[in-house]
C-alpha cells in the first residue's frame, strides 16, 4: 500500500537509552596502547606544532611590555618550550601519567602585568634593563606561588577537596575550561580572515568529512588533519605575503596576516640552551608573590578540569583523587622550573593539546612524550623552532575553535551519569554555567572599560587576588558547582544517585579499581616507595 501505512512500531532495544559508560569507546590508541613508532612521531609532532600557538602569544604580549625587543621575545618562547617540554615529561612519567601536554597559563598574565606596571620599573631608562628587572621580579613571584600548588598536591589537601567532586560539579569546571576560551577563537581568526577561515573549512573538511568519502585502509585523513591543513594554509599565506597583497595593508593586519612579520626568525639564535637565572638572580615583593599566588591557585583548579577531560579523551578512567593531587604537586614543581629558568610565566595543562587527543583518537601516553622531545630539541636549535613559531596566529585561532570545543563537550559528556529530570541538577547545572559567563563577563568588560578590575584598592596586589580569580570562567563555574552541589540535600540517597556521585565511588581510592593500576600506577616500580591511596 504506497504511502498510506503507518510507520512500524520501535523495537523495544531502540526505545532504551544509550548505556553509561565509564570508559571513552571508539579511541583508536588509549594512554597504554602506543601506536607505531613512524605515526607516533607524526602525531607528537602534530602536539608539538598545536602547542606552539600559546607559547607564542603569551610572550608576544608581555615582552614588549617588559621592555624587551625581538631578540628578547625569542629567547623567551625558547625558554617556554624548552621548560614545557621537561614539565610535560614530569607530568606523564611521574605525574598524573595522563598524556597532557603542560604549556603556558593564560591565568597568570594578569599579575604579571601588574608586575609589569609596577612603579619601581616605570622610571628604568634602558628598555633592556627595564626587561631584566621586570623579568626577575615575575621569576620571584613565581617561585613564591609555585609552592601553593606543590603543597596542596603533594599533602594531600587538593585529594581531599577532589573526593567531593561529582560527575555534576565537574560538568561546569571541564565544559567552560574549553567554552570559557572563547575570547581566543573566531575573535583570533578575524584578525586575517582570509587566513583564519580557510583554516577552520579545511580543518573540519579533513577530519570530519574526508574520512567518510574516501575510505583508506588507516584513518589518515582526522588523525593528520591538522598538519595536512597547516600546510596547505601556511604555503597560501606565504603565496599572498610574497604577492605582495599586504604591501600597503595597515600595520596591524600586516603583523597578522604576514608569515615574515613576527619578527621570531631573526631573533633567534641557531643553537643556544636555556638555563636557570639566565636573566639574573630573581627579586621578591610579598604583595606581588601574594598576587600570583592565587593566580596559581585558579590555574590549578582549571587544570583539575583539564586532566579529567584528558583522562576522558585517552580513554583512562577517572582519575583517582591522590593521582590528581600528585600531578597538581607535579604542576607546582613545573611553575617552579619555569621561574627558575624565567618564562614570566605559569605552568597548566594546554587545553588546545587534549583536544588534539578527541581529534585524532590518540589518547597515547608515548605520542605526548615524544612531542616534548619535539619541543625541548627545537627549543634548543633556535632558528629551526623559530621557523614553525613564525606560523601566522589566525591559523591557531582556528584550531583553537575547533579543540576548545570539544574540552566543552567532553565536560557536557559527564552529564550521562547525572539525572537529567532532577530540578536540583537542572538548577545547578543552569546557575552555574550562567554565573561561570556572567561573573567573568561583568570584571572583564569593567578592567576594558576602566583599564583596572571592580576591585581597586591602593594595594594593586590585593585587587588582583580579587580580580583575578573571578575573571576566570572555569574558576567561578567550578566554585559555584561544586559548592551547590555538597550544601543542597546532600545526604539524601536519591540526590546521591542524582549527581552521579556512585558512578565515581569505586574510582575514589586507587586500590578499588583494577583498571587504575594499569593506567596510573608510576613506573620503575616508584609506586613501593610512593603509594597512592
Known sequence: MAGGGAAPPPKQEELQPHQVKDQLPSVSYCITSPPPWPEAVILGFQHYIVMLGTSVIIPSALVPQMGGGNDEKARVIQTLLFVAGINTLCQSFFGTRLPAVMGGSYTVVAPTISIILAGRYSNEADPH????????????????????????????????????????????????????????????????????????????????????????????????????????????????????????????????????????????????????????????????????????????????GTFIAVSRYASATMIPPSVLGRGIGWQGIGTLIGAFFGTANGTAVSVENAGLLALTHVGSRRVVQISAGFMIFFSILGKFGAIFASIPLPIFAALYCIFFAYIGACGLSFLQFCNLNSFRTKFIVGFSFFMGLSVPQYFNEYTSVAGYGPVHTGARWFNDMINVPFSSKPFVAGLVAYFLDNTIQRHDNGVRRDRGYHWWDKFRSFKTDTRSEEFYSLPFNLNKFFPSV
Not at 609552592?147 to 587538593?158: K, P, R, Y
Open 129 to 304: 634593563e627595564k626587561f631584566l628587572r621586570t623579568m626577575r621580579g615575575t621569576q620571584g613571584a613565581l617561585i613564591i606561588a609555585s609552592t601553593i600548588q606543590i603543597i596542596l598536591g603533594f599533602s594531600g589537601l587538593w585529594r581531599n577537596v577532589v573526593r567531593f567532586l561529582s560527575p555534576l560539579s565537574a560538568v561546569p569546571l571541564i565544559s567552560l575550561a574549553g567554552f570559557g576560551l572563547y575570547e581566543l577563537g573566531f575573535p583570533g581568526v578575524a584578525k586575517c580572515v582570509e587566513i583564519g577561515l580557510p583554516e577552520i573549512i579545511l580543518l573540519l573538511v579533513f577530519s570530519q568529512y574526508l574520512p567518510h568519502v574516501i575510505h583508506v585502509a588507516k584513518p589518515v585523513f582526522n588523525r593528520f588533519a591538522v598538519i595536512f591543513t597547516i600546510a596547505i594554509v601556511w604555503l597560501y599565506a606565504y603565496i599572498l605575503t610574497a604577492s605582495g597583497a599586504y604591501k600597503n595593508a595597515r600595520p596591524k593586519t600586516q603583523v597578522h596576516c604576514r608569515v615574515d612579520r613576527s619578527g621570531i626568525i631573526s631573533g633567534a639564535p641557531w643553537i643556544r640552551v636555556p638555563f636557570p637565572f639566565q636573566w639574573g638572580a630573581p627579586t621578591f615583593d610579598a604583595g606581588e608573590s601574594f598576587a600570583m599566588m592565587m593566580a596559581s591557585f585558579v590555574a590549578l583548579v582549571e587544570s583539575t
